[in-house]
């Protein structure tokens, strides 16, 4: 199995960059430069980037970015996708100097997200100065937040996850559709190699947009506030009111990102010592909040 340390970046494909650097900028409060590729490098740390966004033809979410310590991990890593029949491209060099590391790996998982395997990120440390004020986001060496993805393949995805990707399950949900009638859906919620709750969550139905949500985590509940201020005031698609989850306990609200899926934009995430965790399944999603009905009142309202 392999050792992920936690969720490196993501990748997104945009129609409208400049959307995407005022978005960055002024909404989330991150940094941004221009990447090789005629991108946007969005930066949150010393990192040179923790979003690159890629323009193309359509608004999506497209890659997954899991880092590992070294080369020995690395090539670890490369030997359990080896045995387990995983279809790998190595990155070239120009591929590697995009994503500003030493290696890289490309793979789809069973239910078709991809992925990239990285190690040694290249990074000239400038201080992080958000254009916003924001004072600094929750990373280092548990990763840049969280990612949650469509497993259609939910079975067969949460085994890729567990046995060859060496994730273990935090604890999990079944979600039931308001209204809707027959077997729920299950969303499973996965740690790595660090202490943050979990890094990635398996959605066992189809998403669009490539991805559910990304959450990114600020140090207190005023940068939150502000957060909040911000996207009213650049009339951002807001897609669920502030609640705290039950099970990372994260005070957090969703907006819409201009590559059509939601950023969660929180504080007081849990930090875990496995040793000491017990499995569980919770049947709400929030001890307070989250109102998840509020994007479909705003798109209503603006019908009016």
């Given at each position: 199995m392999m050792n992920i340390r936690g969720l490196a970046y993501v990748v997104a494909e945009t129609t409208d960059m400049e959307g995407w650097r005022r978005y960055a900028e002024g909404v989330l409060g991150m940094m941004t430069a221009p990447s090789p590729d005629g991108g946007l490098y969005v930066r949150m740390d010393e990192r040179q980037f923790?979003?690159?966004?890629?323009?193309?033809?359509?608004?999506?979410?497209?890659?997954?970015?899991?880092?590992?310590s070294g080369s020995a991990d690395f090539a670890q890593a490369l030997n359990a996708l080896s045995e387990a029949g995983?279809?790998?491209?190595?990155?070239?060099?120009?591929?590697?100097?995009?994503?500003?590391?030493?290696?890289l790996a490309g793979f789809n998982d069973p239910s078709g997200n991809r992925?990239?395997?990285?190690?040694?990120?290249?990074?000239?440390?400038?201080?992080?100065?958000?254009?916003?004020?924001?004072?600094?986001?929750?990373?280092?060496?548990?990763?840049?937040?969280?990612?949650?993805?469509p497993a259609p393949e939910f079975e067969n995805t949460v085994e890729f996850?567990?046995?060859?990707?060496?994730?273990?399950?935090?604890?999990?949900?079944?979600?039931?559709?308001p209204g809707a009638d027959g077997p729920?859906?299950?969303?499973?919620?996965?740690?790595?190699?660090?202490?943050?709750?979990?890094?990635?969550?398996?959605?066992?139905?189809?998403?669009?947009?490539?991805?559910?949500?990304?959450?990114?985590?600020?140090?207190?509940?005023?940068?939150v506030g502000r957060a909040i201020d911000r996207m009213h005031a650049h009339k951002v698609q807001q897609t669920a009111t502030l609640g705290q989850h039950t099970n990372d306990r994260v005070t957090s609200f969703y907006m819409r990102s201009p590559s059509n899926f939601d950023i969660e934009?929180?504080?007081?995430?849990?930090?875990?010592?496995?040793?000491?965790?017990?499995?569980h399944e919770f049947t709400r999603v929030s001890l307070w909040g989250h109102d998840f009905s509020v994007s479909q009142r705003v798109l209503l309202d603006k019908e009016a």
């Open positions: 923790r979003f690159a966004v890629q323009p193309g033809p359509r608004d999506a979410y497209v890659v997954s970015g899991w880092e590992v995983v279809e790998v491209a190595l990155g070239d060099a120009a591929q590697c100097r995009l994503r500003c590391v030493q290696q992925h990239e395997l990285v190690w040694g990120f290249r990074s000239d440390f400038a201080h992080f100065a958000s254009p916003a004020g924001v004072s600094r986001f929750v990373t280092g060496n548990i990763g840049m937040g969280h990612t949650v993805l996850f567990t046995k060859v990707m060496g994730f273990g399950l935090s604890d999990l949900f079944n979600f039931q559709p729920s859906l299950p969303i499973h919620f996965f740690h790595c190699n660090n202490g943050r709750h979990h890094s990635l969550a398996l959605a066992g139905f189809p998403v669009p947009s490539g991805c559910v949500h990304v959450m990114v985590e600020v140090e207190d509940m005023p940068e934009y929180g504080y007081g995430g849990a930090v875990i010592d496995w040793a000491e965790h017990i499995t």
